[in-house]
């Protein structure tokens, strides 16, 4: 397919993710560029909820987010933002946390984990597990249902979710479903997508690199816990739904990990967004099918949670 034309002017202005020289970064321009948002006004109107709260979990900032008044218990939907675990915050992604409980009708927990370099791996997997498990430990907490919880992630965050989630199911915590966008399932980074589309079209390989190398340097790349698609076994984890763009290098390790899953019996639904980008979803301001995107997502968590 070709290159969408609101793919093709987003190019335009944000030809690469970073557009930095990524070999002369020190750790205080990361912290600084944490602080910026290039695209703050296109991720999406602010919707107002009765309720949005901030705490601590395990050392862990969240933010919890509930559509409507009152303590009855809804469905939680954890949420893992996206960045390459170096950049992107609970703040950044507001808009998107509010939209998600808005669409979904669910309390949404945002999770704002331990971010490389300063935090190798496996602090943002461990982070990320710790606020599922206090979901299903704590529920009253969150005025939640321990029995309808679901993860969801973009990106590096869909890499957090999809650990989250084999992880859930070896402690024994039923998760009722698991959003997985772009994810990145497995550094090695070898697929045609990546080759297809390793420079031109937003995120590229190079970039890719470099988050795993700030994330995981000196990691095994074998290990399930920084690449779940070296899972062995994967039956028996919580039913997925799987987004990728096409014009992404992590599209082809996405669809395998929705392939891996069916095969393990896993029920799972695959969606590719013909001519698109990664990070489409979070930037509706830019992209049209990010609306459908979402659309689908909550439709999918709302009969998981039925």
Known sequence: MALHPQAAAYLKLFPADLNVDLAALTLPEIVRMRGLDGVAEQRGRAAALPEVRDHVVDGVRVRVYRPEPGDRPLPVVVYFHGGGWVFGSVDRNDALGRDLAFRCGAVVVSVDYRLAPEHPFPAAADDAFSVVRDVFARPE???????RVAVIGDS????????????????????????????????????????????????????????????????????????PLRLADKSGLAPATVITAECDPLRDEGAAYARELSGAGVSVEYRCYDGLLHGFFGVPGFFDDAEDAREYVAARLKEAFA
């Open 141 to 147: 907490h969150y005025t939640g249902d321990a029995g």
């Open 156 to 227: 590096a965050g869909g890499n957090l979710a999809a650990v989250a989630a084999w992880r859930a199911r070896d402690a024994g915590l039923a998760l009722a479903h698991q959003v997985l966008l772009y994810p990145i399932t497995d550094v090695a980074m070898d697929t045609p997508s990546y080759r297809s589309y390793a420079s031109g079209f937003g995120l590229d390989a190079v970039e890719m690199a470099w988050f795993v190398e700030q994330y995981a340097r000196g990691a095994d790349p074998l290990d399930p816990r920084l690449s």
